[in-house]
C-alpha cells in the first residue's frame, strides 16, 4: 500500500460559498483556470486539484490513499475575525466531507488561526468531535494581536498543543505568507524557493528548544519539505547553544530532540543527497511520504523529470535506501505518524 502524505485538494468553484468571493477571501474562477484571493492569483496548473482528477490521478500512479492538508490560502493570518471563522468553517467542512465520501482514499486535515484562540480551541474540539478529524494543520508562523509575525512554536500557542495532546493528533506544520514577512522584492520566485524552508527551519529550531517534543508526549507532528533548511542548519544551531549559553539559560539542547520518534518529516527535498542528509540525521523512520500535489514544486509528473516517488526511486538506485525502508516511507511511517493502524483501511 503507498499513501501520500501531503498533498492538497480544491473545492470545485460551485462548492466556495458566495460570500468567499463577495469579500475577496478566496474563490476559484469557474473554467477552473485561476484560484484567486484578494488582488492575489495563482494558475491552476494541473487538473489534479479537483477530486475526479486526483482520484484518476492516484490510481494511474498506485497511490492507494493520500492525506490532503488545508489550503495555505486558508491559513487566515491577520484576517478580521469573522471573516476567519466563516472561512475556516468553509475549509474543515469541505476536508471532513472528502474524508467521509472516500475514508478509503483519504485522511483530511483540518486548521485553525491562532490570533484568535478561543475560537481555535473550539474549532479543535468540533473537527475531532463532531468532524471525525484527527489532523491539524498550522502555518509556520502567524501575525499575533500586536501585528508581529511569530512561530507558532512561540508560547502563545501553547494552549492549542495542549488541547492538541488532549486528542492524541498529528500535526503538519506548513509554511505560507513568506512575501508578508521578508522585506525583499517579490521576485524569482524566492519567497517559494528559499524563504518557506527558512520558515520551517524557523519553528522547528523554537520546537525544539522549548522540548515541545517532550512536552506534548502525545502529538506526532510532521515538518513539510523535509524541514531542509533546519535539518542542514542543525550544526550551527548546535555550535550558536554551546557559544552563547547565556542566550538559552531556560531552553534544550537541540541534540535532545534529534531524531525524536514524534518528529516527522516529509520526503519533499527533491533530490536524494539531501534525503541523505534527513536519513542520517532523523531516520528513517521519522520520514513520511510527500508529494505536495498537485503544485509544480510538488513531486508530480510533467515537471521535468519528476514523477510521484522519483526521489525514492532514485535513492534506491544509489544505495541511500533500502527497498524495505522506501517501502516504509511510502506505508508504515505515514500510518505511525497519523496514528492510524493499517486495519483502518480494511
Partial sequence: MRINGHGH???EPFQIPKFMKDKKLFWVDD???????????????????FLKDKLEWMNQHNINHAVMLCLSQLYCNGWKKQNCID?????????????RDYPEKFTCGFVVQPLYMEHALSEIDRCVNTLGLKLLCLPTHFLNKKGEWISVSEPDVDPIFELANKHGLAIQVHPYDAEKMIALKNQYWRFHLIW??????DTLHLFTLRNLPNKYPKLRVCFAHGGMLGIANYGRRIQGFDGRPDIFETLQDPRKTLGHKNLYFDTLVHDSHTLDLLKKRVGVSQVVMGLDDPFPLGEID???????????????ETGILTKNEKKDIWHKNVLDWLGLKKEYFL
Fill in 302 to 316: 510533467g515537471v521535468g523529470t519528476s514523477y510521484p516517488g522519483r526521489v525514492l526511486d532514485y535513492a534506491v
Fill in 9 to 11: 485538494i480544491l473545492p
Fill in 87 to 99: 472561512a475556516i468553517t468553509f475549509q474543515n467542512d469541505f476536508n471532513a466531507s472528502i474524508q
Fill in 31 to 49: 473554467d477552473k483556470k485561476f484560484m484567486r484571493q484578494g488582488n492575489w492569483s495563482r494558475p491552476i496548473t494541473n487538473t489534479g486539484f
Fill in 196 to 201: 518557506m524552508m527558512a520558515q520551517c527551519a
